[in-house]
């Protein structure tokens, strides 16, 4: 059996892809950043692909907005629950986070 423990880089948070976002993720990260959930929609999320929910928008260089200047997760505890699974329940192919 594989174990995998965060080692918190942020290398997962620098690879392409959608963090869908559930009601639960957003109440709990505008709670965690001092906003109200309107707030938080209006700063930190895009429409996902799909057009069916809320996804973390992303940098200008492709990595989460809520990744920190010194490279780490800003939002660790509060972080949302497809954060949460990975890598345990989903992997991104060649991502360099995930143990080969």
Do not use: K
């Not at 948070?13 to 559930?22: A, K």
């Not at 707030?39 to 260089?61: G, I, K, M, Y």
């Not at 010194?70 to 989903?90: L, S």
């Amino acid at each position: 059996m594989e174990t995998f423990a965060c080692q918190r880089c942020g290398a997962c948070c620098r690879w392409g892809g959608h963090v869908l976002l559930t009601a639960a993720d957003i109440t709990a990260l505008a709670r965690h950043l001092g906003l109200t959930e309107d707030e938080f929609v209006q700063r930190h999320t895009v429409l996902a692909a799909n057009r069916a929910q809320l996804s973390l928008a992303d940098r200008p260089d492709g990595a989460c907005c809520l990744l920190g200047p010194d490279q780490a997760c800003r939002v660790y505890a509060a972080r949302p629950q497809q954060c949460r699974a990975f890598p345990h329940t989903w992997r991104v192919a060649g991502c360099p986070a995930v143990p080969r």
